[in-house]
């Protein structure tokens, strides 16, 4: 086992590299990038009436954006930012070495990738502030939405889905698939609404906290206190993501302990007199659980980004996810990157996490014994 982890562990840079590389490559082809946006400021007007002047399409680029300098382009500077008309040149020039726009795109790409050798993120182009700051800052919002939605779903889905496999066909097993159809064809955002209308003082109750994730003063709590109020604060969030994520894994577990139960290993075990618990859980169990957790790390990434990005903004929780978000709609890409970084590696070590719970739980499994 030691030899295969190596050997995922090799692979790593090589998908960090392959994925930076697209993003990289593709965001220089997007319309009203940071200089765009510097100059928009500038004369004070929206970036998107700067892409109407400017005239720029999916395929349209700028100059710095394209990887040429001011000096290799034909004409003056502000002529390849056509919403930049009546700025001199020399500003344009000076944003583009601000935002270090002046160097081809090689240069920049090759740069970048020594930085981030040394987890050298730089600065935010419009926060003023380094960048793993900015994610060190977002992070425990993130992680707590992650950490807690991911438990209360394997939590309730793992024994819902093996007590509707083992009543299989009863009123039980009709009325809870009712319930996690319903959870299915429901977007999280929405019941995150209904939440809010219900117990945050939209128009009923107010019970919980609409905002953030400790309430303010919170310097001079206790920690008991502490512990009560970032409960408090997490319940609506993360009852939304939970009510929202576990139908698919209820249903994930119940179709594989039915396939398992009905095969032959199972009908023998009964026949040799072994109670209906030590067969489900002592052999049933181990089987079963494999493509669930084969599940774990996709289930947690998207959790931790996708689910929880309109979770944060419903509940103005200032998460990672967020950041992302923002970043990219600002063409911030310092920011944008190093996020992407952040959770393409958490992605694949988690990917190697749920190969070694394989062998933990099911010590049949040998990944040596194959390629990578």
Do not use: C
Request: charged content about 15%; overall charge neutral.
């Amino acid at each position: 086992m030691l030899a295969y982890i190596v050997k995922r562990l090799l692979f790593i840079p090589v998908t960090l590299l392959a994925i930076i590389l697209v993003n990289f490559t593709v965001v220089q082809f997007a319309p009203g990038g940071p200089v765009e946006q510097t100059i928009a400021r500038i004369q004070g007007i929206g970036i998107d009436a700067t892409a109407r002047i400017s005239g720029t399409g999916g395929g349209d680029t700028t100059t710095a954006q394209s990887g040429s300098s001011p000096r290799q382009s034909s004409g003056n500077a502000a002529s390849s930012y056509r919403g930049a008309r009546g700025l001199d040149p020399e500003i344009i020039k000076e944003i583009e070495r601000t935002f270090g726009f002046d160097k081809p795109l090689h240069e920049r790409f090759l740069l970048m990738l020594r930085n981030y050798l040394v987890f050298d993120f730089g600065e935010s182009y419009f926060k003023d502030r380094k960048v793993i700051d900015l994610v060190l800052e977002k992070m425990p919002v993130s992680i707590s939405l992650g950490i807690w939605t991911t438990l209360l779903v394997y939590l309730i889905s793992i024994p819902l889905g093996i007590r509707k496999a083992v009543r299989d066909g009863s009123r039980f097993d009709v009325w809870t698939s009712g319930l996690v159809i319903v959870g299915n064809a429901i977007p999280g955002f929405l019941f995150a609404i209904l939440l809010v209308v219900l117990f945050a003082g939209g128009s009923f109750w107010q019970v919980f906290p609409i905002r953030g994730l400790v309430s303010q003063g919170w310097e001079s709590f206790g920690w008991w206190d502490l512990t009560l109020d970032y409960l408090w604060h997490m319940v609506l969030p993360v009852g939304a993501m939970v009510i929202g994520g576990f139908a698919g894994l209820t249903m994930l577990t119940k179709n594989s302990f039915l396939e398992e139960i009905n095969k032959q290993y199972v009908v023998t075990a009964k026949a040799k007199g072994l109670s209906e618990a030590r067969v489900l859980y002592g052999h049933v169990f181990r089987n079963a659980m494999l493509i669930v957790i084969a599940g774990f790390p996709s289930a947690f990434i998207g959790i931790l980004f996708t689910g929880s990005l309109i979770i944060e903004i419903i509940f103005s929780l200032d998460g990672l996810g967020l950041l992302g978000f923002e970043a990219a709609i600002g063409r911030d890409y310092p920011v944008m990157f190093a996020t992407l970084y952040f959770f393409t590696l958490l992605g694949l070590l988690m990917s190697i996490l749920g190969d070694i719970m394989y062998v933990v739980i099911d010590r049949r499994i040998d990944f040596e014994s194959r390629e990578v």
